[in-house]
């Protein structure tokens, strides 16, 4: 993808949460939560902090965890991505 | 558990209060407080001051106490976690 | 053009929106969300961050997502723009 | 006790205020005053600023006077106790 | 003039908005946009950041944008000027 | 006295406004501004900024004047004293 | 006058804004904008940035210029005076 997010910005590929419950129930699109786990897709060079450059604990792939609500969703190519900041986000899942 | 927090935060177990009262009472769910203490299990890498990776004084095992409503609630396989920055932990218990 | 925006300042020239929908439809002007996207004509010389001055990221030409509603619309010569802080573009799209 | 406080932090025992008016009436628990005294029974390892740690300037036994609503209140082992930073802390009296 | 703005600040004339709209029709005062573009007429000597004098980037007779409702009015031998911040202006206008 | 304000704390003794208007008029106690002059009788540490103490520029006996409202009152032996930082001292009158 | 302000604080004497129009007329007391001039008086020792003293820019006698509604009325000897900081002092009137 050909999008460079500024300074300590990652780009995500949100993913949906499952439709289903346990039990199996679909349940209807309002119900349910927003997600909140997303794809890095994309990184920024890192945040400027006294002068120098610390360059971003997660890269491309990583799978992670981001506060609910934060950054901006874009869309790109007709797909839906969500920019936001490395603060964010609360933890990469392995 | 495969779960890395970012940065200064740390995911922990939140430890049930006990469901009796001295006198032996059993309490309806609704009028329990929020708990308060948890169980570290896993702990970011620190937190960057002027330039400067501080490590984290809580470590994996701690059984500590946090700011009430403080932090972020995920559920991980099933089981509900919380993740929250070590500045929201204010003390731990031994 | 003649404008030289102050320190890490940047001035865009907003790129419309589509007019129509991917199905032909023509959608009336107060129905189309406000447009997130730029084309960079003029930066700023940069920030001053602890006594040194930091060059920007973006330079003239880029492509940039911004955030919405960020900024300060001004004329020039009959033109609309937009001067925003580096800090209000997301990512440079290429 | 076996509470550690992070960072800043100290945990006190709220000194109970006199129940009685210089007069010898017995004042109703409502009408009382908050208390803001207590005594130090735990301090934290101390804040760390521009990478260096400042130790704390209150110690364990010293009897202090703090900011009313500081703090977060704890029960342990059935007794209450005070969570709070030291900044809450208005002075030492001796 | 004798007006000497003290730090980061600068004086300017404001540029009246021209009272005429390209077609040539005249629109009453009311109607008319608050003027955001000024000459500086006089500039301070400079911000201290981390104890290092950073002179001003704007120099008298420049022609800027600035934010609309920035600054203070101040009227001084009977005619208007505005004193606002280095960080009001947007840009330099040539 | 025996209390030893913490940081850049001052403790100060709230001197009365005069009951008295020019004129000789006794004013109902109500009617009284809230008195603004205080005398210094405990001086903190300092302040560590940059991890370096700066002592206070304040000394016990000076009489100074303070913002209203600033501060926490505290009774000691009977006696209304108020522990400001002093920050919130204005000025000291000789 | 005996007074000393603290750090960047600065003590002026309001300057009345004339009683009468350019035309001559009397205006009522009420119909005054606030005075917006005065004559410096007193001087803190100046600011303390990164540990370094920074002298003030305005002196002793400075007729300045100041914003609106700020700093602290006193009275000092039954005259009226005001305190503020530096950074309340718009600019230098010579």
Redesign the interface.
Known sequence: M??????D?V?IKVLESEEKT?SGIVIPDTAKEKP?EGKVV?VG?GE?????K?PL??KVGDRV?Y??YAG?E?K?DGEEYL?LR??D??????
């Open positions: 050909n999008i460079k997010p500024l300074g910005r780009v346990k909140q994309a060079s400027v902090v006294d002068g120098k610390i604990e997660v965890i506060s609910k901006t874009v790109l920019i490395q603060n986000i609360l933890a990469i899942v392995e």
